[in-house]
C-alpha cells in the first residue's frame, strides 16, 4: 500500500465511520480511505438505525454518510445527531439530485458513486482543514452542516421520528404519537404510556407532523 503525500497532512490522525447499506460501496471506500496514512477507520454500519447506534458509540471526527439508505436515509440519520457536537460529514450519493443541489447550496463536501480517487482526495483535504481549525479547541461544527439540519428539520414531513431511549435507537410511527409537549430544548412524545425526549423545537414538529392527524 503506498500511503498518499500531502503537505496538508497534520499529526492528527482522522477515525473515520463508514455508513452505507451496499457492501461493495463500503469495500472501495476503505480501499480509497487505506492509501491515506493519517485516516483510520474505527467502524463501519450497514444501515441507517446502526449508523446512528454507532456514531454515538464511536464519537469519530468523521463520517461518510450514504444519503439513499432504506427506512433510515442518510438525512435521517443527520437529524438524529446532537447538533452541538456534529462530526465533520462527507456525503455520499448515487445519483440523486435533490441531495447533490443542498449540499451545493450549503457549500457542503459530497462524493457521487461510482468513488472517484481524486475526488475523495479533495474531500479528505477539506476534512483535514476543518478539523485543523478546531485543534485545541472545542470541535468546530461546519456552519453549512447546521444550515442543512435545520433546513431539513424545517420542511420534511415525517412518517417515523428517530429517537434515543435507555440508551438505545427508537423508532416511532407519527400515527402511533399521542401528544406533543414543549420541554426546554426537546419535545416530550407521549406514545401509549410512555414519553420520549427529542432534541426538537415545537415549531419544526409543526411542520414535520401531518396537520390533518396534528
Known sequence: MIAVATAERSAMRIRALIADDEPLARERLRSLLARHDDVEIVGE??????AIETIGELRPDLILLDVEMPRVDGFAVLEALDPEVLPAVVFVSAHDQYAVRAFE???????????????????LS??????A???????????GLLSLLEELRGRRRSDRLVVKSGGRVVFLRTE???????SGNYVRLHVGGEAHLLRESMKNME???DPSTF
Open 207 to 209: 411542520r414535520r407532523l
Open 176 to 182: 402511533d404519537i399521542d401528544w406533543v409537549e414543549a
Open 126 to 131: 477539506r476534512v483535514r482543514g476543518q478539523l
Open 105 to 123: 447550496a450549503h457549500a457542503l463536501d459530497y462524493i457521487l458513486k461510482p468513488f472517484d480517487e481524486a475526488r475523495v482526495d479533495r474531500a
Open 133 to 143: 481549525r478546531s485543534a485545541g479547541t472545542s470541535r468546530h461544527v461546519d456552519p
Open 45 to 50: 454500519a450497514a444501515n441507517g438505525a446502526e
